[in-house]
C-alpha cells in the first residue's frame, strides 16, 4: 500500500484541479447584425463606428456593383437586422420583393467620396445603430 500512496496522492492532486474544468457557457449576447451591399458600403458603416459586419459582394470583383445576389444573400440579409446599400447596385433591381424588410432595417447611404458626404453618412449610419460615441 505504501508503493501505491505517492501515485494516488499524485492523482488525487491532478483530480481536484480538472475537476473544474468543464465546458465554457456560452454567453448569449443580443447582437444586432448589419449586412452591407458591397465592401464600399460597409466601409462607411465602419465609419459609422459598426465592428462586425458582413457584406454581400465580394471584395475583389473589378465592380462590385455588379454583382449578381444568390439565394444564400438574400437569406442573409432577410436574417440581418439591418442591410446598408447604396441604390446603384443591380443586386437591388434583382432582389424585388424577396427581401421581406421594413423600411427603417433598409439603410440607403449616398456613397459619394467627398469628405463631407463620407463624414454625413457615417453619422447617418452612427445615428440609427447608437454609435455616435464611436
Not at 459586419?53 to 439565394?71: C, G, K, Q, R, S
Not at 437569406?75 to 424577396?98: L, V, W
Request: glycine share 6%; charged share 20%.
Amino acid at each position: 500500500m505504501k508503493k501505491h500512496l505517492p501515485f494516488c496522492l499524485m492523482l488525487l492532486a491532478l483530480a481536484v484541479p480538472l475537476s473544474g474544468q468543464g465546458t465554457t457557457e456560452k454567453v448569449t449576447e443580443n447582437k444586432t447584425t448589419v449586412v452591407a451591399s458591397t465592401s464600399w458600403t460597409a466601409a462607411f458603416a465602419d465609419l459609422g463606428g459598426l465592428d462586425e459586419l458582413d457584406h454581400i459582394a465580394p471584395a475583389n470583383l473589378m465592380h462590385p456593383p455588379e454583382y449578381e445576389i444568390t439565394v444564400s444573400d438574400v437569406i442573409k440579409i432577410n436574417h440581418a437586422d439591418y442591410f446598408i446599400y447604396a441604390g446603384y447596385e443591380r443586386m437591388m433591381q434583382s432582389m424585388g420583393d424577396s427581401i421581406k424588410k421594413d423600411s427603417d432595417a433598409m439603410m440607403q447611404i449616398n456613397t459619394n467620396n467627398s469628405v463631407e458626404n463620407v463624414k454625413a453618412q457615417a453619422l447617418k449610419i452612427a445615428q440609427v445603430m447608437g454609435t455616435e460615441e464611436k
